[in-house]
C-alpha cells in the first residue's frame, strides 16, 4: 500500500471518488415517482466528490501516480494542491498481498483498525485514527453505503476483492466533503472497469473446506461500457460456529455522451453465517444472514461549469439468531430489521479568474422496520420473506448545504469551506461545519500541509434503540462532533516516496456503551470530552529505481500511535472509547526469486489499549483482561505470467494465537492456494 505523493508535471487523471452523498424520503411501501424525485433533489441542492478513476494500465511501469485529479475535495483538484492525509492502494498491490476481502486489505493501511469478527470478510468492524466503528464513512464507488442501523454492517459490498479497482482511504474529519458520518475517515471502494473487452476468473481453495470463485468482465458496445461480477464462497470454519456461505452479483454501466456522461450500477449480496461469541460470549451458538441491494444512477453534464445530480438506493435486511439450534425456553424470536436508504444530490462546480467555486448539498432519508429498534408501529408489517412481523419503526432525514472555494497560486493551495447541516432528528436546530486546508510545495519533492476541520457523527438506529439482556439505547442521543488540527509532510522522488504527520482531535459528546459501578446493564450515553494526539510515519523505498532489479524489490515500513485524554465518570466502564489501537507497525517486503515468481512477507505488530470481560471456559464468571499485544505475518509465493496468475499464500505463519475483538477468537495458520485467469478480448 502506498501514500500517493505527487510531483507537479504529469497528464495521469483520476476522476472517480465519487461521493455521492444524496438523498430522497419514503417509507417502504409508498411509491416513489422519477419526477417528484428529481424536483426534490434539484431543489435540495446535493452534493458530488469525484475521486478520478484511473486505469492501472495508464500508469507507468514505475508506479509514479504524479499529478493525479482527486476530490477530497468538493471541487476535484489535483493532487499537489490537497492538504490532506490521503492513501491509495490501486490494484497492482492488491494483487500482490495475501488478502481475499476488503477486510484482509484494510489491515494493512496505517491508522486503520479492522477488527473482524467473521473470516474473509463475512463480518468486521473498521475503524480510523482511534474512532469506533460507527465513526469511518464508507463508499462504494463514491456513494453513501454507510450502514445507519450499525456500523457492523457497513463493509456488505456487492462485491468481492476481485472487482475493487482502487482503495482510497481519507484521514481526519470529512464532514465538510462527505457529509455527516465522515467523522474520523472515509473509505472508498472502487470497482474496475478496463478500458477494452476482458474477461477476469478467480479460484481459491484452502483449509477448512474454503472455496472462492468470482468471474467479471468488460464489455464496450458503442457508448455503452458494461462492468459484471459475481462471485460465491463457502468454508466449514476454522472453529465451531463460524462456517458461511456468501454471494454476490454486480452490475456498472457508463454511458459516454462526450460532455455528458451517466454512470449506473446495481448490485446484491447474500451472506449467512455461523457468528461465534460475535455479541455475547455466553451464548456463542449465534447465527446471522445478511441481504443488501444498492443501486445508484449519476449523470454529468456541462464543460465550464460541471453540474453533477445523482440518486441513489440501498437496502439491508437482517436476521441475527441468538440461538442458531435448541434455543432456551425463555428465547422467544429472532431479531429482525430492514432498513432504507434513499439519497439525492447535486453538485455544481464554477471555475473563474480567483479560483474554483463549489455549491451544493445532499437530502438522505433513513428508514428502519424491525422487532427491536425504533418506536411502536401502529400496524405491524410481515418481515419480507420470514414468518416474523415488524412492531418498530423510525425515519430521519438529513439536509445539508455547503459552498467551497479551492484558490492556487504556483506552489501554493488553499481551499476553505463550509457545510450548513439539519436533521429531523434532532429537532429545529441547525449546524454549521467549517474547514481549510492548506499545502505548499517547498522544492519539486517536498510538500508541507495543514488543516483544521469540524465534522460530526449521528447516532445509529442501535445506538438509540437497542434493548437487550444486557444492552439498553437511549433515544435522547445528540450527535458526535469534534474539531482537529492537523500538520504533516510528504515527500517523493523516482525511488522513495513517504509522508509523516501530527493530529490533535477535540471530540465532544462521543457516544459510548458503558456502565457505572452497580449497574447490570450497559447503556448508551454522551461523553463530555475525548480528546486524541496521535502520530503516524511511512515511506516505501522501490530497490529498482534506486539500485536497479536485486532480490529486493521493494519495502515499506509504517507506523502509527494514539494516544487519547477522556472526560469520564468515576470508575466508568467503556466498551468502545476506551478500547483503541494505541500501536501498529506494518512491514512489507516484496522479493524477486527469479523472474516470474515473487514472494511478498507482510508483518503487522499491534499494541491495543483496553480490555475486555473474559469468560473463564464453562463457568461464564467475568474476568476482565487487558488485550496482548501481537505479532502477525502473512505470505504470498505467486507465479505471474501474461495471461494468468498462480499463487499460495500462508495467513498467520507462525500460528499465532491472539484476540482483537473481545471473546472472538481468531484464525490460526491458514493455507490456501489459488489461480487467475485474465484474458483480453
Known sequence: MKTINLFKKSNLCFKHWNGENYAVFNSIKKVVKIGALAAAYFSVLGFQQTFAQTDTASINKKINLEEIEVSARRTTSVYSEVGRVLHVIPRKEIEALPVYSV?????????????????????????????SFDQVMILFNGVNVTDPQTGHLSLNL????????????LEGPGARVYGPGAFSGAINFVTGTKNQDNVTANVLVGEHGLYNASVNTTLKTGKLKNYIAANVASSDGYIDNTDFKNHSIFYQGQLDFGQEKLDFQLGYNDKAFGANAFYTPVYPNQFEQNKTTFASIKLITGSKVKVTPALYWRRHQDRFELFRDNPASWYTTHNYHLTDVFGGSFNAVIPSVLGKTSVGGEVRSENVWSNVLGYDMDKPMDVPGEDAIFTKSYQRTNISTFIEHVYTYERFSVSAGVLMNYNTGLG?????????????????????????????????????????????????????????????????????????????????????????PGDAEYSTRNLSEVNSLGMQAQGRVNFDELIGKTLLKSIEVGYAHIDQDKSMPDNYESAYVEDYLKHKLNIGLHLRLIDRLGLSINTLYQDREGDYIAYVDGSYEEVRTDYEPFWLTDLRLQWSADRYKLFVDANNVFDKSYYDLGNVVQPGRWIKAGVQLNLNL
Open 428 to 516: 429545529y436546530d441547525v449546524d454549521f461545519f467549517p474547514g481549510m486546508d492548506v499545502s505548499y510545495w517547498v522544492t519539486d519533492e517536498v510538500k508541507f500541509f495543514g488543516s483544521l476541520n469540524k465534522t460530526l457523527r449521528m447516532p445509529t438506529f442501535t445506538d438509540l434503540f437497542y434493548d437487550g439482556p444486557t444492552n439498553i439505547g437511549n433515544p435522547d442521543l445528540k450527535p458526535e462532533e469534534a474539531l482537529t488540527y492537523e500538520l504533516g509532510l510528504k515527500t517523493v522522488n523516482n525511488w522513495f516516496n513517504g509522508q509523516a504527520s501530527v493530529y490533535y482531535r477535540q471530540g465532544e459528546n462521543l457516544i459510548d456503551w458503558g456502565r457505572l
Open 103 to 131: 477486510q484482509d486489505l484494510l489491515k494493512y493501511a496505517m491508522n486503520v483498525d479492522v477488527r473482524q469478527r467473521g473470516p474473509l470478510g463475512i463480518q468486521a468492524d473498521v475503524s480510523v485514527r482511534g474512532g
Open 158 to 169: 456487492p462485491v468481492d476483492i476481485q472487482s475493487i479497482e482502487r482503495v482510497e482511504i
